[in-house]
């Protein structure tokens, strides 16, 4: 099985920043897109951003001009970078990685970690 772990996350003051790291392992062959989601008590769930293969960038309005992703293929490592942190970033974020592995094509999820903007 795939394992996934993310890390990273914490309390930080408004206007800080927080990177976020996670890191995929096992029998992958390659990574075709990885994400990362948060979900608010009550609320969707929201894709914060993602990155393709190819390398494609998207974000969530929200997060915009303030939160950068990117990857390291050699690593199956996909980070967020978050800057600017406002009280409302606060939640759980998740990574989501759809690789293939030597088998077939699937999506695979971190346990999640706690980001806390807070004074």
């Known amino acids: 099985q795939v394992q996934v772990v993310e890390s990273g996350g914490g309390l930080v003051q408004p206007g800080g920043s927080l990177r976020l790291s996670c890191t995929a392992s096992?029998?992958?062959?390659?990574?075709?897109?990885m994400g990362w989601y948060r979900r608010a008590p009550g609320k969707q769930r929201e894709l914060v951003a993602r990155?393709?293969?190819?390398?494609?960038?998207g974000y969530a309005d929200s997060v915009k001009g303030r939160f950068t992703i990117s990857r390291d293929n050699a690593k199956n490592t996909v980070y967020l970078q978050m800057n600017s942190l406002k009280p409302e970033d606060t939640n759980v974020y998740y990574c989501?990685?759809?690789?293939?592995?030597?088998?077939?094509?699937?999506?695979?999820w971190g346990q999640g970690t706690q980001v806390t903007v807070s004074s």
């Open positions: 990155i393709t293969g190819g390398g494609e960038t």
């Open positions: 989501n990685i759809i690789a293939t592995t030597y088998r077939y094509t699937d999506v695979f």
């Open positions: 096992g029998s992958i062959f390659s990574i075709n897109a």
